[in-house]
Structures are given as C-alpha cells and as structure tokens.
C-alpha cells in the first residue's frame, strides 16, 4: 500500500512538473513569435521600392516622395505637389540640348566639360508618366535606401549653405523639371548609365557599375538581381 502511495506521488509530481514545462514552452514561443512578427513588420515597412526608367540611351532613377527624401534631398521642396522624382545624370551640353546630336554625343564621351542631375517631378504611376518605357521595380531595404539618397546628394555640387546650383529649366518645363550642376566627371566608361549603375551598388544590390556604358548594359544586368520585383 505504502509503495501504491508513493508512486501515486511520483505521477502526480511528474505530471505537475510536466504542466509546467508545457506552459512555460508555450509562454516562450508565444513570445518569440510575437517578435518575429514585429521583425518582419517593421522589416516589410522600412523598405522601398524604386523604380528604372529606360528611355532609350538614358536610364533614370525614381525614387517615391516622402518624409525620408525631404530629408535627405533638399531639392525636393522646389517640385511641390508630386509623387514622385525621377533622376538622371548626364554631360551637360548634350543633356540639355533640345535636339541632341551625333557629334554632341561624340564630345561628351570625349570632351565633355562638366556634367549634370536632371530632376523630373510627376505625379501620375510610373508606368503612366513613362507608358513608352521600359520599367523594372526593385526593392531596397532601409538601410540601402539611406546609402542611395546620400549617393545622389553627394553627386550635386552645392553651396556653402548646402544648396544644389541650379543650371536650367528641366526638360519637361520649369514648374517640374531643372538642372543642377554635379561634380561627377562624364566620359566614355563614365556614363548616365554608369552612374545610375553606382547608385543601385551604393543601395547594396549586387551590381558592378565596371562595363555598364549603355542602358541596354545596365538594364540586362538589373533583370538579374534578386531584387527585381517585375
């Protein structure tokens, strides 16, 4: 009887103890769990998406506007009422000229003089502002998109104070496009595309801007990237 008793206590102790276990394991991964989810959340929430445009021989740059690119690039208070930007750089003669030429596409790539960001502010989807384009979507995580938005504000020359040169009206009228003065040298292994190239390495995607001269390079290296949403 007395042995009856005492293993009677065992189960109970070990039951008593295996409840508590249970509970606590349940307790722990309830919590890891719940902070997975506040990691993914926060993951999903701090990233951007950003979007390359190809014109043609031109690949630009759009970036959505937002609290974190008024921060970080001031030019964005002289396009009011937009949605987004798109951003090109470029040898400043042949950018800028109505009707570009043979020959101004020759000098730039070989005397070219000094070299300039383009700004377009829209409003309208990408797809819709750019319906004749090619469009690729990547996504850049937050501390990418901080790196990008610093590439391209290092890229205008500015003022003591901190503001860009603004050199002319933009190609798509005053009120959403202008020039601005940048302090990259433009050649023929330093191009639009090579600079557009630098700025998604700068973003930590795995791209080489070694090579890329055309879009056409840039844009077959960019379908490759993991990042590629399209």
Same mark, same amino acid.
């Given at each position: 009887?007395? $042995?009856?008793?005492?293993?009677?206590?065992?189960?109970?102790?070990?039951?008593? =103890?295996?409840?508590?276990?249970?509970?606590?394991?349940?307790?722990?991964?309830?919590?890891? !769990?719940?902070?997975?989810?506040?990691v993914v959340s926060y993951t999903i929430a701090?990233?951007?998406?950003?979007?390359?445009?190809?014109?043609?021989?031109?690949?630009?740059?759009?970036?959505?506007?937002? #609290?974190? =690119?008024?921060?970080n690039l001031p030019e964005t208070k002289h396009?009011?009422?937009?949605?987004?930007?798109?951003?090109?750089?470029? *040898?400043?003669?042949?950018?800028?000229?109505?009707?570009?030429?043979?020959?101004?596409?020759?000098?730039?790539?070989?005397?070219?003089?000094?070299?300039?960001?383009?700004?377009?502010?829209?409003?309208?989807?990408?797809?819709?502002?750019?319906?004749?384009?090619?469009? =690729?979507?990547?996504?850049?995580?937050?501390?990418?998109?901080?790196?990008?938005?610093?590439?391209?504000?290092?890229?205008?020359?500015?003022?003591?104070?901190?503001?860009?040169?603004?050199?002319?009206?933009?190609?798509?009228?005053?009120?959403?496009?202008?020039?601005?003065?940048?302090?990259?040298?433009?050649?023929?292994?330093?191009?639009? $595309?090579?600079?557009? #190239?630098? #700025? !998604?390495?700068? #973003?930590?995607?795995?791209?080489?801007?070694?090579?890329?001269?055309?879009? *056409?390079? !840039?844009?077959?290296?960019?379908?490759? !990237?993991?990042?590629?949403? $399209?």
């Amino acid at each position: 009887m007395h $042995n009856t008793w005492l293993r009677l206590l065992n189960y109970c102790d070990d039951w008593f =103890l295996n409840m508590i276990n249970i509970r606590n394991l349940s307790k722990l991964t309830f919590i890891s !769990l719940f902070f997975s989810m506040l990691v993914v959340s926060y993951t999903i929430a701090e990233s951007r998406i950003i979007h390359l445009v190809n014109t043609g021989w031109h690949v630009g740059i759009v970036v959505p506007v937002d #609290a974190i =690119l008024k921060r970080n690039l001031p030019e964005t208070k002289h396009f009011s009422n937009s949605n987004f930007l798109e951003i090109g750089w470029g *040898d400043a003669r042949f950018y800028k000229a109505e009707n570009p030429t043979a020959s101004m596409a020759f000098e730039a790539a070989f005397t070219s003089e000094s070299s300039v960001i383009h700004i377009y502010a829209f409003q309208s989807p990408v797809n819709e502002t750019f319906i004749n384009s090619e469009i =690729l979507k990547l996504e850049v995580n937050a501390e990418g998109y901080s790196e990008l938005l610093r590439f391209i504000h290092k890229s205008f020359v500015r003022t003591a104070n901190g503001e860009a040169k603004n050199v002319g009206i933009g190609l798509h009228g005053e009120k959403v496009s202008r020039f601005y003065l940048s302090n990259g040298e433009f050649h023929l292994f330093n191009t639009c $595309n090579t600079w557009i #190239a630098e #700025a !998604l390495q700068s #973003a930590k995607l795995d791209i080489s801007s070694q090579g890329i001269i055309t879009a *056409d390079n !840039l844009m077959e290296k960019v379908r490759e !990237l993991p990042n590629n949403t $399209n």
